[in-house]
């Protein structure tokens, strides 16, 4: 087992990941940068290595920085949370030449899964449902033409090096398809330096419905049920649940086991999402794979009482995994709390918190490193708690979130707060009523 692993994050996750290691009795290093410094995670860890200055470019994104800190602590292993270097084959790659673990995806696998068109190739390969569309990618327009006339319009034109919407273009005629087809590859160049397009019937009103694996080192794999992640704008999550309202005992067998398929396929190892669009019909497709740990993971652990990063850290150190699939045995909701400002279109609104209240009771479980007289850097992304409830039903788990909602006080910033509780009051929510387009109809 490993004997110290440093945190290659800043903020919530940080903290998560170091509160495991505690319990397994793992040393900890923090990095941070300069704008970080009075940041909890730094507290909490056994030892800090500042990595430069606040930009992340400069700090959370530095290799050299982040293995020189390993190098210097004598660390054998890092952690690299979501975001930043969490699906970068090459740090995964300097991290095993320099003979440290990195508890995640080996490059090869982030690559694979991270080029969205061989993602999508290697699940059907492994017998896993896909959307109709090109087989891999469009060598020219006249191609996309033919395809997309063939399957009838709308559909869904896809930059193979995007993801979480980037470069992706709904096109409903014929006569759309030629800028659509410009904008996405010109958008995809711009952000990835890569153009490569697919095409697939594009899927209406779907739901975002993920679903939670864990592989290990000897190609086996489980999967945890799933997440509920439709309620999103612009592609960011805002909340999400476990069970999800839309999902019936068959369809979660259904997905789970073509989770599990498509993880032994590609003899995964370590914690990873799968993440489908489901119908109205209840058909599911595959979407994309994450080959790393997410943000919303806290309402897995609540409802099957699980430790995620603990079994990351055991699954990176070679512990076989014990196979057994999971259903939820309870019901819970996270709310992302980010330093924005919901009545003036979320635009962040980062500074010195003043006052902090922290809900809690039974069912409430708070994962943030904000503090009272914390200073909210506007240098990294906006979210600074995740408040999650966890009860027997639906019903109660709402009604938990609206008693923590209303008990929850920060001042000194705006906060996503009272989007949230105004969400735990509307009618096609607290219904379960909802897809990815939730949003667009959604008024404070
Ligand atoms: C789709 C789709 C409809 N049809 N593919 C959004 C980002 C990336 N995860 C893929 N996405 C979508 N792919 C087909 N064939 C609709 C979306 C989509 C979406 C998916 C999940 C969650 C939120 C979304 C918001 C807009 C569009």
Redesign the pocket.
Known sequence: MFKKILIANRGEIALRVIRTCKEMGIKTVAVYSTADKESLHVRFADEAVCIGPAASSESYLNIPSIIAAAEITNADAIHPGYGFLSENAKFSKICAENGIKFIGASPEMIERMGDKASAKSTMKEAGVPT?PGSEGLLESFEQAQEIAAEMGYPV?LKATAG???KG?RAVWAAKDLLKAWEDARQESAAAFGNDGMYM????EE?R?IEIQIVGDVNGKACHLSERDC?I?RR?QKLTEETPSPFMTKDLRKKMGLAAVKAAEFIKYEGAGTI?F?VDKHRNFYF??MNTRIQVEHPITEQVIDYDLIREQIKVAAGIPISGKNYEPQLHSIECRINAEDPHNGFRPSPGKITTFHAPGGHGIRLDTHVYAGYVIPPYYDSMIAKLITTAQTREEAIDKMRRALDEFVIEGVKTTIPFHRALMDNEDYLAGNYT?KFMEDFKL
Do not use: A, F
Not at 200 to 203: Q, S, T, Y
């Open positions: 959307v869904m993801g979480g919407g992706m697939e019937k594009l899927i779907p975002h439709s999103q592609h993440e669009l979407m994309e990815t």
